[in-house]
């Protein structure tokens, strides 16, 4: 009986929520800076001549992102964690102005009813409720993920239903886990279009007063297994939209052969009155480490480009709208999405260390229904340092990146079909102290099919002091 006056206790002070002060974490003062000569040759533009640059900085940062939640000595406790928004300062070639804290936020405010790590937990969170279910990101190889979005329960013109105020019930074992949230349009509040006056369509002169309407969330996430969770959600609103359910489901594992070599599949899908039905699948082999950043030359457009956070691995990954529709003709049709990709760092280690450094990506996108029409990058980056246990060790890098739109291969719509980016550099770190010499050819062939296919590039040569 006691613990339940507590709960009902708790729940009518739950704004009542004693914290400890932030922690303030000072960051430690930077100095640093550069000055650059060097004289540069453009083939294409035919001109030539020498440059300098400088650069200076000094920063100042401080954080609360150290904060700690509330203190606290019985069980049934509320929990309040405040965080600030980091302050800095980089002044560069600048006078140095004093940032300050833009916004500090209440990141956690949750009443805990019954805590454990191995059992049966209950906690309240009083902040803002979601009503969005379903979204996961799938592991890729020269993208990091892919994102599949969820769904959120929406109005007749597609907007997000206004019931921002609210609670989430969160509870559960460690095995399987729910989320209730429960919303409403807020105290004496109108509704997004105004005031109803009876009808079934908002009049926004209405003078009665403003209808209350709510939002409803139930989420669950099972794991059965390490490297297993799979999630699901319904959500809706008793808006003009009342029967409509924004549902969704994911799935997600890694499943770990040997090390680094791993399997990592996932799989989503989220619908809105059973409308606008998303299905996303990823799949990715991996042998390698995660979050490499091989540095590949960039292309234009951007999506003949390799990310520079890749994967040791290959992997796959589909996106389609099941019942997507032709908004002319009201007929069915496809508006899937496919991708392939490989990335790997991994080939030279076999060889030895003083290979040096090789990485080499490769992706195919298309829509599936123009398959052969799609657009295909290569990237290679090559880095080792020769002579590295001898007084003047040299560094040599070497790039090449390529990219080809194969739905501009008509020699009536071939600008723009084909994008090339090569460089080639030496450098030079111990002769001069605190100085690097460099070297260094970029060539640019953007167009290889068309009138513009003669790049010719640009040499670079001059140093580098830092401090």
Do not use: R
Not at 74 to 97: S, V
Not at 216 to 229: M, Q, Y
Not at 286 to 315: Q, V
Request: proline share 3%; with cysteine.
């Amino acid at each position: 009986m006691k613990k339940i006056v507590g709960i009902i206790a708790a729940l009518a002070l739950a704004s009542a929520v004693f914290a400890d002060a932030p922690v303030v974490e000072w960051g430690t003062p930077t100095f640093s800076g550069n000055a650059t000569f060097g004289w540069k040759a453009d083939f294409d533009k035919e001109t030539h001549g020498m440059y300098n640059t400088t650069e200076g900085k000094f920063g100042i940062q401080w954080s609360t992102k150290g904060s700690t939640s509330s203190a606290h000595t019985k069980d049934l406790w509320g929990e309040l964690a405040i965080e600030g928004a980091e302050a800095k300062n980089d002044a560069a070639n600048a006078a140095l102005t004093l940032a300050s804290a833009t916004k500090v936020e209440v990141k956690t405010a949750k009443i805990h009813f019954i805590d454990s790590d191995d059992s049966f937990f209950l906690h309240l969170d009083i902040l803002k409720p979601s009503f969005k279910v379903g979204g996961i990101a799938g592991a890729l190889a020269t993208d990091t993920e892919k994102s599949f979005a969820g769904v959120d329960i929406t109005d007749a013109k597609g907007l997000a239903v206004d019931t921002p105020n609210g609670f989430t019930l969160k509870f559960g074992v460690p095995v399987i886990s729910f989320d209730v949230a429960f919303g409403d349009n807020g105290a004496d509040a109108t509704p997004a279009y105004g005031a109803y006056d009876g009808a079934d369509a908002p009049v926004a002169t209405a003078t009665t007063k403003s209808v209350k309407y709510y939002s409803f969330k139930v989420a669950t996430t099972i794991k059965p297994v390490d490297g297993l969770e799979i999630g699901a959600g319904i959500a809706m609103s008793t808006t003009k939209n009342k029967d409509k359910l924004a549902l969704a489901a994911t799935v997600k594992y890694t499943y770990t052969i040997d090390g680094e070599l791993a399997i990592l599949p996932a799989v989503s899908f989220s619908a809105y009155d059973m409308k606008n039905q998303q299905l996303g699948a990823s799949l990715l082999f991996k042998w390698g480490a995660s979050g490499k950043e091989p540095g590949f030359l960039a292309l234009k457009p951007a999506n003949m480009s390799i990310g520079n956070k890749c994967t040791s691995g290959a992997s796959v990954y589909f996106t389609k709208t099941l019942d997507a529709k032709d908004e002319a003709t009201g007929k069915a049709k496809d508006d899937g999405e496919f991708g392939f990709a490989v990335y790997d760092n991994t080939l030279l280690s076999l060889v030895g260390e003083d290979a040096g450094n090789l990485n080499m990506a490769a992706k195919f996108t298309a829509k599936t229904a123009a398959f052969g029409k799609g657009v295909l990058a290569f990237a290679v980056a090559y880095d080792n340092t020769f002579m590295k246990d001898g007084d003047l060790p040299i560094g040599f890098t070497a790039k090449f990146s390529f990219g080809m739109d194969l739905d501009k291969d008509a020699a009536a719509n071939a600008k723009g079909n084909t994008a090339m980016a090569y460089s080639i550099g030496l450098t030079q770190k111990t002769l001069i102290e605190n100085t690097e010499l460099h070297i260094t050819y970029t060539g640019s062939q953007s167009e290889i099919v068309g009138a513009d296919n003669a790049k010719k590039g640009a040499i670079d040569i001059g140093c580098k002091i830092s401090l």
